[in-house]
Each structure stands twice: as C-alpha cells, then as structure tokens.
C-alpha cells in the first residue's frame, strides 16, 4: 500500500450445497472498532462518486455487486505517506474489505453497469463529519 493505514483485508467464504456465507466482520476483528451506520452505495458503470474525506471516522468498504476503482490520496499533514495517491479495484468475485483511515480522500468509479459497495463506518453520517470536493 502507498497510503499508510490504509488496509485491504481478504475475508473467508463459506460454501454449501444452499449457497455461500460472505463474511464482512465482526466485533472481534481488529479493523473493526464500533458500529455507527452501514450504508450501501450504488454506482453506475463510468460514473465516479466522490471525493469524500471523514474527519473523524474510517470507513470499511465492501463491494457486494460489480467492480469498483477506488482512487485514494492521504491529504493528512503528519502522515509519512503525505500526498501519496493509490489506485486499486474490487470486485465482487473476491471477498476483499478495504479500510480508509480517517484524512484520506477517496473516490470511487463503476466499472460495471451497475455496482453496489457496502460502507461501514464508525458513528452515524453526519455533512459536519464529512468533507465533499471536485478534485478531478
């Protein structure tokens, strides 16, 4: 990873002759500190939403449909990793979790015609929590 803190977590699947059990987290997990809200986003293919910075809370992003680009930059001052950009994909064919830190500015784009990301995040939405800007 370029961006300090910023993590992807590869989860198990549980497979049966009914069908499989995703696992996303649990209290027990490390990454996980508290539970505030969890929202799902859907994102049309070659669209992008965001750029979005939470100043107090990360976020944990799991793509449930579809495949998602993320572009991330760590805009926080007395980060090691200060500037640094990052690009990853995800998709819904590997059962990946990735965490972005509080500070760290992301974006994410469709890649398929209909994508759907589920977003846990650790105290209920809040516009005075959040920070929304254009920076294409």
């Known amino acids: 990873m370029k961006i300090k803190d910023v993590l992807i977590i590869k989860k198990p699947i549980f497979k049966n002759k009914k069908g499989k059990i995703i696992k996303f987290v649990d209290s027990k997990d ?24 939470h100043k107090k809370t990360s976020s944990l992003l ?4 579809g495949k998602v680009e993320f572009n991330l930059i760590d805009k926080r001052k007395n980060s090691k990793t200060y500037k640094n950009k990052t690009r990853l994909i995800l998709s819904d064919k590997i059962n990946k979790i ?30 005075k929590e959040t920070i929304r800007e254009d920076i294409h």
């Open 98 to 127: 990735l965490k972005i830190p509080n500070g760290v500015w992301f974006c994410f784009k469709g890649k398929n015609k209909k994508s759907l990301i589920m977003n846990l995040i650790e105290i209920p939405h809040s516009d």
């Open 62 to 65: 799991k793509v449930i449909t």
């Open 30 to 53: 490390k990454i996980y500190k508290k539970f505030g809200e969890v929202y799902l986003n859907e994102i049309n293919k070659n669209k992008i939403k965001g750029w979005i910075c």
